[in-house]
């Protein structure tokens, strides 16, 4: 049986460890506040700088060699052709790729090194697509520094998001629900069609939205394609040319993005670019934070809302 | 429901080391133990039964406010007093860790950590702050004869501990629990998971540490409970149905509830 | 068995019957089959994408090491593709990712190490559920802000501590690199430690551990090969980084382990390169591609190594 003695000395290691443990979890607030504070600082410094630049004409206007001038419209424009092309190739390829490798893929190793590509792909860095880029479409297949090979190239990059997510959330699934589909006779495309993608469109979607809240910021490849910073006109607007030729011009067209123009204005040593900068960035972060939100704000509805 | 006679089931020479009063638990809304008293007596081993869901294993992890570590559980009422100290383990003022340090426990599954043998055995110590390599290694000795592991595994501390068969994993987990020297020992089916040879070593090794050690243990296995008990509760339906001798309750049980389970008639 | 053994007492017309419906589905079967041809067949383009990948490096790098001995290229301490007196020494751009990942590296393994302890040992559900959207926008701000950030507000910030500090250098573009890889780092790490058994817990709390106790003597060594995959994928990230450093930390190759000096990075000297004006199948439009090759390859290694650690800790539980 234990002394008083001895209690007295547990109690006091006892007492000596939790102090550990009081101080780890301060440590443990701190680091998570230095992340978040970084992030806030970092927003609330360039809404400073920025935002008393926001107006009409910055959204309106076409960069300009004098400061006060310039503005985004070609940047926009440009990054909203850019996601067009990026989401109509990437989001039916990554979700036939996912379904395949969920619904249909056999176990042999065909699958298994398709599996370990894309997990690959996913840590290839970004300019590296870019130098893909350069040489295939620019280059090979003469695409040139247009639209079509920006799009194409942030939409390699975003691949192996859309597969992911779209792989996450059928894996969703219950299994249940496979066999109640295969028992009713379906089959495996029946299965697929009327039960997997309806049930998971809500988690892919939000794969998507996250996949291109990252396309948007996307930099290094666009540059590395050798697209112009300096671009004072628009393409023409999509499918509105003559067909079936002029339907497509657009897609050849060359364009500047939000993040070039912002590389661009930030490059330059004048301040008063420094604050068209802030004024892009600042645009440019609120576009992927509220991306960013709507997906995370989907998935906690998701999970809040299915009980399966 | 009858609270059962404390004093009436004790044998002559015996002390008692702990007493559950009265005591309510609840998982968030759901009433996991009613009003369930029963007394455990110093170096006797004393059985849970009773079938799944019955509360016992919610009531061995009281002992040592295992419950303390998840969200949503309560402590409605009642309490376990804790003797010599008498001094409620369930009270808030009570530091579970103190509760853990003298009151240690075994699991179902065997779940050494992933370190090597004599790290396993040596965690309780070095929790409490123990350095010295000497007084650890004695301490460690130790621990491993008591828990009958020692002659299979003396020459390889330095192993992991996964890499012990099933019953040296759970033997290994008796020798990390006996390490601290603690007062009890709860065991939460420590044989479930072993096949019938290794049992038949824990069992053995149990009636043993009744010399040191007060033992509480929860099985699913009537014979067991049999076999190494002094004392057997039967539990069913959060509530304690009864308390008695080992050998009383199993051959002239006091209620039809119990002589139901413990004859098959159902469970 | 049953089936077989009295299949044969079955009349004949029955069994004609049964195949004549089975060939109605063998349309079904067709589309079905083409269905699924076309689905691997997008899941079979992103092994196409890797091929083009080093296709595309490899056959520009082979073009550039035919005029450049690989010697030189590995053990040439300068980096000039395009003066006149070329060298092509790429351990001067790798010195700059070098130094540049090791200060990134230094922010983030700690910081994320410890979010991840502290979110998934000690922090209640409610902290949990707060924290990881916040940690998941700081992954997904555009690194071109980032690099804005470093070399708006933090260098001026720095050189206030070290007036002589330029206002290109690593170790801000360093700094800023490990705040932006910490969730990455982090949330990986809280994955390992959130797949270590309860179990393995409730032994350690049984002994009367505290907290901090548990979470570094049984689930970090238990979590051990998901955290180190997790500090890979950062290392990997780092290397790879662009944006930052083109902006924060100047393009200039420069031979040093000093991050109070600006440099060049493999990734920025081929931002640099794409900025100019070098006509397609020059040298210095080469060069790129075998910093490209570089850099493909490190990656490569980095992922591999993590790919197989992640394994390993699955296989564990």
């Known amino acids: 049986m234990l002394q008083a003695t001895d209690l007295n000395a547990i109690r006091a290691i006892i007492t000596r460890a939790k102090r550990w443990d009081l101080f780890f979890s301060l440590l443990g607030i701190l680091s998570l506040m230095i992340g978040i504070l970084t992030f806030v600082v970092l927003f609330v410094d360039m809404a400073i700088q920025g935002v008393p630049r926001l107006s009409y004409e910055f959204f309106t206007s076409f960069p300009s060699r004098r400061a006060a001038n310039a503005g985004i419209l070609s940047a926009w424009v440009g990054t909203i052709l850019v996601m067009l092309v990026t989401a109509l190739s990437a989001v039916p390829l990554g979700v036939a790729a996912g379904v395949y490798l969920e619904e249909y893929a056999p176990k042999n190793w065909i699958t298994d090194i398709i599996e370990i590509n894309i997990s690959n792909l996913a840590g290839i860095p970004s300019i590296v697509y870019g130098l893909l880029a350069l040489g295939l479409f620019v280059y090979y297949f003469g695409f040139g520094q247009s639209i079509l090979s920006a799009g194409l190239t942030l939409a390699l990059l975003i691949l192996p998001v859309i597969i992911v997510a779209t792989r996450e959330s059928i894996r969703a699934i219950p299994q249940a629900i496979h066999e109640a589909s295969f028992a009713c006779g379906a089959t495996t495309w029946q299965t697929v069609r009327d039960h997997i993608l309806p049930y998971s469109s809500a988690g892919i979607l939000t794969g998507v939205i996250i996949g291109m809240a990252r396309a948007i910021g996307e930099t290094a490849p666009i540059i590395t394609i050798g697209a112009l910073t300096f671009i004072a006109f628009l393409p023409n607007a999509p499918f509105s040319g003559d067909p079936p030729a002029g339907l497509f011009d657009w897609i050849f067209a060359p364009f500047t993005v939000m993040p070039i123009q912002m590389f661009n204005w930030t490059s330059r040593p004048e301040a008063e670019f420094q604050v068209n900068a802030a004024a892009a960035g600042f645009v440019l972060v609120f576009m992927t934070l509220a991306m960013n939100g709507l997906a995370i704000w989907l998935r906690y509805r998701l999970r809040k809302n299915i009980k399966w | ?267 | 068995m049953s089936a077989s053994a009295s299949a044969p007492t079955l009349p004949a017309s029955i069994g004609q019957g049964i195949s004549d419906r089975l060939s109605k589905k063998a349309s079904r079967h067709v589309k079905e089959r083409i269905i699924e041809t076309v689905l691997f067949a997008a899941a079979a383009f992103s092994v196409f994408v890797t091929l083009a990948i080093v296709y595309v490096l490899v056959k520009e790098s082979w073009s550039f090491f035919e005029h450049v001995p690989l010697t030189d290229f590995l053990f040439d301490t300068q980096w000039t593709p395009l003066f006149d007196d070329a060298h092509y020494g790429i351990v001067v751009l790798l010195s700059g990712t070098l130094t540049s990942s090791a200060v990134a590296l230094v922010v983030a393994i700690p910081l994320g190490t410890i979010i991840a302890l502290y979110l998934s040992e000690f922090a209640g559900f409610k902290v949990r559920e707060i924290a990881k959207p916040f940690l998941e926008l700081l992954g997904g701000v555009p690194t071109i802000v980032y690099g804005y950030f470093a070399l708006t507000f933090l260098t001026p910030i720095l050189q206030k501590i070290y007036p002589d500090l330029p206002g290109f250098n690593l170790l801000s573009a360093g700094l800023v690199m490990g705040v932006m890889i910490i969730p990455y780092v982090a949330s990986l790490s809280e994955d390992a430690m959130r797949a270590v058994p309860m179990a393995l817990r409730e032994g350690s709390y049984a002994m009367g551990a505290t907290r901090l106790q548990t979470a570094l003597w049984v689930v970090t060594p238990a979590a051990t090969s998901g955290i180190a995959s997790a500090y890979i994928l950062g290392i990997s990230r780092a290397v790879g980084e662009t944006m930052i450093l083109a902006v924060a930390a100047g393009m200039q190759p420069n031979l040093t382990f000093n991050p109070t000096e600006p440099g060049a990075t493999i990734t920025s000297y081929i931002v640099q390169v794409a900025l100019g004006d070098l006509p397609h199948g020059s040298i210095g439009y080469q060069t790129i591609f075998a910093a490209g090759l570089t850099l493909l390859l490190m990656t490569l290694f980095f992922n591999l190594l993590g790919h197989w650690l992640r394994k390993r800790f699955r296989e564990v539980y």
């Not at chain 2, 010399?211 to 243990?217: A, C, D, P, R």
């Not at chain 2, 002094?230 to 001798?245: N, P, Q, R, S």
């Open chain 2, 1 to 267: 429901m009858q609270v059962p006679n404390v004093m009436e089931a004790g044998v002559e020479g015996t002390v008692l080391k702990a007493e559950v009063r009265d005591l309510d638990f609840y998982y968030g809304a759901f009433h996991a133990l009613k009003r369930v008293s029963m007394p455990i007596y110093d170096r006797h081993v004393t059985a849970l039964i009773g079938p799944s869901g019955c509360g016992k294993s919610t009531l061995l992890r009281c002992f040592n406010r295992m419950h303390d570590l998840y969200p949503g559980n309560r402590y409605a009422g009642g309490g376990i007093v804790f003797h010599p100290d008498n001094t409620n383990l369930l009270s808030p003022e009570v530091d579970p860790i103190e509760v853990r340090m003298r009151i240690s426990m075994v699991f179902q599954k065997p779940n050494p950590f992933p370190k090597s043998i004599y790290e396993n055995v040596a965690y309780s110590l070095r929790v409490r702050g123990m350095r010295n390599k000497n007084e650890l290694d004695d301490r460690v000795e130790s621990a491993l004869k008591g828990a009958a592991l020692w002659n299979e595994v003396s020459n390889r501390l330095g192993e992991l501990g996964a890499n012990l068969s099933g019953g040296q994993q759970q033997r290994l987990c008796i020798a990390r629990a006996l390490a601290s020297d603690p007062e009890i020992i709860l065991f939460d089916e420590p044989t479930s998971a072993l096949d019938p040879i290794a049992t038949a070593s824990i069992e053995e090794l149990v009636t043993e540490l009744k010399e040191k050690v007060t033992i509480l243990i929860v099985t699913h296995n009537m014979q067991q409970a049999a076999r190494i008990s002094d004392y057997t509760a039967y539990m069913y339906l959060g509530e304690m149905v009864e308390f008695g001798i080992t050998d009383q309750l199993f051959i002239k049980p006091q209620k039809k509830a119990t002589e139901d389970y413990i004859t098959g008639r159902f469970g």
